[in-house]
């Protein structure tokens, strides 16, 4: 299958996208999966139907420059070659994970739980979303939605075969699977269970109220921005007040609220995991440990989400083949380091 892949959204340059979905290529051929990259671009735009023009034609028209400090303008055939032949590399040297990024052992991502069939072609169009772009596609854009993110405005992920498109929202399965890699145990109940504490009522806030809900959890609303509502399908798992306080199960603290390209925030409360929300392309410490415990830069979410989208969306077929979050993390630390010294 012939891959074109594009990031969409404002501000983009920023993004690390590229990085995952060339390694994850990259490692799903040495399995076998028939999949090549043709084209990359990063759309820098604040309406969603600019990346799905480019998607619907082929030989799209020249799309504004967007360049990246790491890779470049991505568009370029050089520029894509390399970053392309540098994740082979990595791939094909780096088998196993950082210890380090495996504190519980490794993680890999399940299948969603209500699977939806798709028609494959040989050449489909994948674009991953971002901010401001998550809420536009609404139940009437003629979308085919894998899980509920039309009706929440949560789709950061699309998929057009060349009849139909197809889309996901994998924000909050991907923070809940970090949450499970650190060591959270959403079987427990009650004031047991983990606790979200989370800033903000976008598209991947609700997103993360909904898979987090759906896991067990209980969710603390701190507010931001836009509030998340009490209406949406994690109503009956909200709480506030004395209940938060007496709450003694694990809690993951987030402020969805930060800048795009930010990577740094200052936790508001005490947690056991607090996940920056966003990143930027300078280095940063992955993980580090806290008074409370454990900080997690941004490409944390931005890599199980990103997984996430292949199991739901992109190829749910070769979900058992994916690599875990652990050994993800590892080659994508690899290949920032192996093109920054480029």
């Keep these: 299958m012939q891959i074109r892949y594009a990031v969409a959204g404002k501000p983009i ?3 690390l996208s590229p990085l995952l979905m060339s390694l994850v290529v990259s490692h799903l051929k040495r ?11 990063l759309i820098e735009s604040n309406d969603v139907n600019s990346p799905m023009a480019w998607a619907w034609v082929t030989k799209s028209r020249q799309q504004i420059e967007v360049s990246n400090r790491l890779y470049g303008d991505i568009s370029a055939p050089s520029s894509l070659g390399n970053l392309i032949q540098s994740a082979t590399e990595i791939v094909s ?4 994970a950082d210890s380090d990024y495996i504190p519980y052992g490794e993680t890999h991502v399940p299948m969603s739980t209500n699977p939806r069939k798709t028609v494959r072609a040989e050449s489909e169009s994948w674009i991953s979303l971002t901010s401001p772009l998550k809420h536009l596609l609404t139940t009437r854009s003629g979308v085919h939605s894998l899980d509920k993110s039309l009706e929440n405005g949560t789709v950061n992920q699309l998929r057009w075969n060349g009849e139909h498109w197809y889309c996901a929202g994998t924000d909050g399965r991907g923070l809940v699977a970090v949450a499970r890699h650190f060591g959270f145990d959403f079987e427990v109940q009650d004031d047991e269970a983990p606790l979200l504490c989370m800033n903000g009522g976008g598209g991947a806030a609700r997103s993360s109220a909904v898979a987090w809900s759906q896991a067990g959890g209980r969710i603390w609303s701190m507010g931001g921005r836009r509030s998340l509502g009490n209406r949406g399908p994690w109503h009956g798992h ?3 007040g004395d209940t938060v306080v007496d709450h003694i199960g694990m809690r993951l603290l987030i402020d969805f609220d930060l800048e795009p390209g930010s990577s ?3 936790p508001s409360a005490t947690a056991d995991l607090h996940v920056n929300s966003s990143y930027n392309v300078q280095g940063s410490n992955l993980l580090e440990s806290t008074e409370s415990g454990t900080s997690l830069d941004g490409r944390w979410l931005l890599a199980s989400q990103h997984l996430c989208a292949w199991a739901d969306l992109f190829e749910p077929e070769a979900h058992h083949l994916l690599p875990g979050l652990g050994l993800t993390m590892t080659w994508l630390s690899r290949l920032e380091s192996a093109l920054r010294a480029d």
């Design 13 to 15: 340059h920023h993004s």
């Design 31 to 41: 399995q076998d999966v028939d999949l090549e990259i043709s084209e990359m671009r």
């Design 93 to 96: 040297t780096v088998l196993d």
């Design 238 to 240: 909200l709480i506030e």
């Design 264 to 266: 740094f925030s200052i």
